[in-house]
């Protein structure tokens, strides 16, 4: 395979399965974090074209290319290197992390709910930055985008 995904039936069996095919014709799955060997190999190869490059920063399209995955993925991995002096495994990024979030994380307190619940009876068509403002307003929680 060359370019991107070259068929259908391509596209649709990692489809099936539950996965997606990137514009490197790598396939992967939406939200999963990279294996720790995967990061490790980008790792090799970010420090590889820094030092082809002189000490200089290297071109995080081009890594991106080489490692087929996304050039956020390059600039994550270049950063744990930047900050740690090598790529943390996950289980250093999850206990380095003491803050709440990620899929399923609750940091509202039930007056925050409640605010919540009573802005959207007021107006059930408000937007997202509405009850962001509003929530901060009124508890002085703030929530992300």
């Known amino acids: 395979m060359s370019g991107t995904v070259s068929t259908v039936a391509e596209g649709t069996l990692a489809a ?4 997606s095919i990137n514009a ?3 396939v992967y799955k939406n939200g999963a ?3 720790h060997a995967e990061k490790i190999t980008i790792g090799i190869e970010y420090q590889k074209a820094k030092a082809e490059a002189n000490g200089g920063e290297p071109s995080i399209v081009a890594l991106s290319r080489a490692c087929k995955v996304s050039e956020s993925t390059v ?4 950063d744990e290197i930047r900050d740690n002096g090598r790529v943390l495994s996950p289980e250093e990024i999850r206990n380095g992390n003491k803050s709440i979030v990620g899929p399923g994380s609750r940091a509202l307190s039930a007056v925050d709910e409640a605010v ?3 802005l959207y009876l007021i107006d059930p068509s408000r937007s997202l930055s509405s009850y962001r403002m509003y929530l901060y307003h009124l508890t002085g ?3 992300d985008a």
């Not at 600039?75 to 270049?78: A, G, M, T």
């Open 141 to 143: 929680t703030i929530v």
């Open 116 to 118: 919540l619940y009573v």
């Open 24 to 26: 490197h014709n790598r």
């Open 75 to 78: 600039r994550k991995i270049r």
């Open 16 to 19: 099936q399965e539950g996965h």
């Open 33 to 35: 974090a990279l294996s």
